[in-house]
Structures are given as structure tokens and as C-alpha cells.
């Protein structure tokens, strides 16, 4: 069964950072490209980043590059999200979801396979 457990969130102030965790399991996760999406208080889905299977390549939303770094450790099948620079807009339920191939399936669409999510941590920045 695959599982996503998501972990690292907590009340921050403006300026500051947190780090993201996705323990994973169930399935090679060295195989798979990753993803971390963020919703918002009253708002849609919104894509953040994502990094293929090796590690070697990632994209970032425009609001978060710059101040998110995504990484993963394939030996400890885990997924990070480094923040800084955590602004009040970025208060959001995170969660990591797994692709189904080592890549991302659309450079038109992030979201173009994804098959599972975890259960999301929430970030508060606020001062």
C-alpha cells in the first residue's frame, strides 16, 4: 500500500523557514518523479514543485522560486521542501504526492499524473 505521510509544518513567523518532510512507502520510491502542492484557507490546489526520480531535476512555481528548495533522499525514501523566506501568503495545507513515472508527466500540467497524495501538513506564517 502506498503511503505518504507528510511532517515539518507548524506556525512561523514572516522571514523565517521551515522544512518539509514526506516519509514514503509502499512502492520504490527511488522510481517515481514527486511532488509537493499547497492549498490555501479558502482556496484551490496550487502546484509548488516538483523533482524527477534521480533527484537531478526540479521546477518551482513562480511565487515559491527563489525561497523553496525541493530534494529527496532516495536511501531514506523521503522528500523534502526546504521554505525560507516564508511570507503570510504561503499559509497553507502542504501535501506531497507521488507521480507515476520518474518524470513529471506534462510540462504543461503538473498535476498530469499524480496517483497519490498524502494526507497534507499545514504552515502558518504569520507574525
Known amino acids: 500500500e502506498v503511503q505518504l505521510v507528510e511532517s515539518g509544518g507548524g506556525l512561523v513567523q514572516p522571514g523565517g523557514s521551515l522544512r518539509l518532510s514526506c516519509a514514503a512507502s509502499?512502492?520504490?520510491?527511488?522510481?517515481?518523479?514527486m511532488s509537493w502542492v499547497r492549498q490555501a484557507p479558502g482556496k484551490g490546489l496550487e502546484w509548488v514543485s516538483a523533482?524527477?526520480?534521480?533527484?537531478?531535476?526540479?521546477s518551482y512555481a513562480d511565487s515559491v522560486k527563489g525561497r523553496f528548495t525541493i530534494s529527496r533522499d532516495n536511501a531514506k525514501n523521503t522528500l523534502y521542501l526546504q521554505m525560507n523566506s516564508l511570507k503570510p501568503e504561503d499559509t497553507a495545507v502542504y501535501y506531497c504526492?507521488?507521480?507515476?513515472?520518474?518524470?513529471?508527466?506534462?510540462?504543461?500540467?503538473?498535476?498530469?499524473?499524480?496517483?497519490?497524495w498524502g494526507k497534507g501538513t499545514l504552515v502558518t506564517v504569520s507574525s
Open positions: 504526492a507521488k507521480y507515476n513515472g520518474p518524470t513529471v508527466g506534462s510540462d504543461y500540467d503538473p498535476y498530469y499524473g499524480m496517483d497519490y
Open positions: 509502499g512502492f520504490t520510491f527511488s522510481s517515481y518523479a
Open positions: 523533482i524527477n526520480s534521480g533527484g537531478g531535476s526540479t
